[in-house]
């Protein structure tokens, strides 16, 4: 009986159901011999090498015949790879008889060297640990450009440092002036927002000591005692009240005068005596003193004529003796005194290890903040018209400021804080969780009288920097 279901009988004399299976053609058999590993030498490898065109420096290796197997290995190269290796680009697998299979063979992506096993080994971002080599060149595009001869990997492009493409050095057209480089790092100081600088010519001002209302008030007071004096002396030929407002008047100039020479000294004999306050018992908010050794932050300070390094503060100020005739410094520089001509301060912010607790606070005087230094400044060098030509290193200074040297009795004034001095400063408590920092006061700070040394108040604006002449001064190793 037929069906409509094709059958056919197996060799077995089984019927099955379907059509015959129609016979396929075997696939060919590669059979090479098993390379044994080679630890991904080129001189081991046999027709590998040739087919990267690595050539061998040393010659064919003795008494090891050369193998036509399609082992896939990687070269281990600690030079510079050739521009040859680019011509064989290449991507796909390469089929290698694996022992044990009886003959059949398995295809595998080889992107690296085998194992002691005969397994790939694993691609690892760093060195190879052991005998194995690094991992294998997957060259599927074009390749990039030849390193130097010194093996030196960069982040950047090779002609982006003081090489060249071909890892010789780089030609400047020129040496480089020093003063362009001083000019630089001028620049690169008054315009970092990191660093604060200071235009106040001095941490010290009558003005600031005695309010304008005041001293105007004072000066009408004078001026009718004088008129009203010497009425009464014209009228009644009585000279009291005129002698009593001249004793006045000379005793309020003798002050003033008093103050205006010896303020400096006023100002830092009361930091002097501030008592230091303990760290750890200080509440937040608090106006304190802190005496303790420096260290410097994310971005120390050079000096800008002495070069001295990892400072903390800097300051170079050069001053002008103004004759009967000569040039002033400045517009308000009178005769016979010595006048600021040019002024470099800066400040950043630093730490200081406190004497009293032993702990570490940030004292915040960089980007932009309120600073009032009192810091001892040494004279570097003294300059005349006959001895102007004498200081090479000096000429230079002023040639990278735009000043000119010509015949101007000249000094230069430099100080400093640098890591490891011992300096006091005066501002407010801040925690902010566990940062402890001294930062600048809302207000200004009044000494008050001091009536022993006969001083005026004077105000304290900002963070007070306190430090010694440290020219001849051994700092503390940090």
């Known amino acids: 009986m037929g069906s409509r279901f094709p059958s056919h009988q197996l060799s077995n004399g089984l019927y099955v159901s379907g059509r015959p299976e129609q016979p396929k053609e075997k696939a060919p058999v590669i059979c090479s011999s098993a390379m044994p590993y080679t630890g ?9 090498g040739k087919m990267f065109d690595l050539h061998r420096k040393s010659g064919p290796l003795g008494n090891q015949p050369s193998r036509n197997t399609s082992f896939g290995g990687a070269a281990s190269n600690s030079g510079p790879v050739s521009n040859a290796v680019g011509r064989s ?23 690296g060297p085998l194992n002691k096993h005969g397994e790939p080994t694993k691609r690892s971002s760093g060195p190879q640990s052991g005998g194995v ?27 982006s440092g003081q090489m060249n493409s071909s890892g010789a050095q780089r030609k400047v057209s020129g040496p ?43 000066a009408l007071l004078f001026v009718v005692g004088f008129v009203a004096g010497g ?46 306050a303990d760290l750890r018992t200080a509440k937040d908010g608090e106006y304190v003193k802190v005496t303790g050794v420096v260290t410097c932050g994310n971005l120390p300070l050079e000096s800008s004529f002495q070069r001295v390094p990892r400072c903390v503060y800097t300051s ?68 005349n018209p006959d001895n102007k030509d004498m200081s090479p290193e ?32 005066m501002g407010v408590v801040q925690r902010n969780e566990n940062v402890l920092m001294i930062v600048p006061p809302a207000e200004p700070i009044s000494t008050g009288c001091q009536w022993a040394k006969c001083m005026l108040p004077t105000s304290l604006d900002g963070l007070v920097l306190r430090c010694e002449d440290t020219s001849d001064m051994d700092v503390i190793p940090v």
């Open 89 to 111: 680009n290449y991507s796909g697998s390469i089929s290698s008889a694996v022992p044990g299979t009886g003959g059949s063979s398995r295809t595998k992506s080889n992107s």
């Open 40 to 48: 991904g030498d080129i001189k081991k490898s046999g027709e590998l």
């Open 316 to 383: 170079t100020c050069l001053y002008e003796y103004r004759g009967w005739d000569s040039k002033a410094a400045n517009t308000t520089h009178r005769r016979f005194t010595w006048g600021l001509r040019s002024m470099e301060r800066h400040a950043v912010d630093f730490y200081i290890s406190d004497f009293q607790s032993g702990l570490r606070a940030l004292v915040k005087t960089g980007f932009g903040a309120r600073v009032t230094p009192y810091v001892d400044e040494s004279v570097v060098i003294d300059i």
């Open 176 to 218: 480089l002036d020093s003063s362009v480089s001083m000019k630089m790092r001028t620049a690169s100081f008054a315009h970092n927002p990191a660093v604060t600088n200071l235009n106040a010519e001095d941490g010290y001002s009558i003005k600031g000591s005695i309010p304008a209302a005041i001293m105007w008030l004072v």
């Open 394 to 425: 000096f000429l230079r200074w002023l040639r990278g400021r735009n000043l000119s040297s010509d015949d101007r009795i000249m000094r230069l004034k430099e100080g400093y804080i640098k890591e490891g001095s011992t300096v006091s400063v």
């Open 231 to 276: 009425f009464i002396l014209a009228a009644i030929h009585n000279p009291i009240l005129l002698i009593v407002v001249v004793v006045i008047f000379g005793f309020v100039a003798a002050l003033v005068t008093w103050n205006i020479c010896w303020g400096t000294k006023g100002v830092t004999g009361f930091v002097s005596r501030y008592p230091d």
């Open 133 to 159: 080599t690094p991992m294998a060149r997957q060259n599927s595009g074009p390749l990039p450009p030849v390193l130097p001869t010194t093996g030196l990997i960069t982040s950047g492009p090779i002609t």
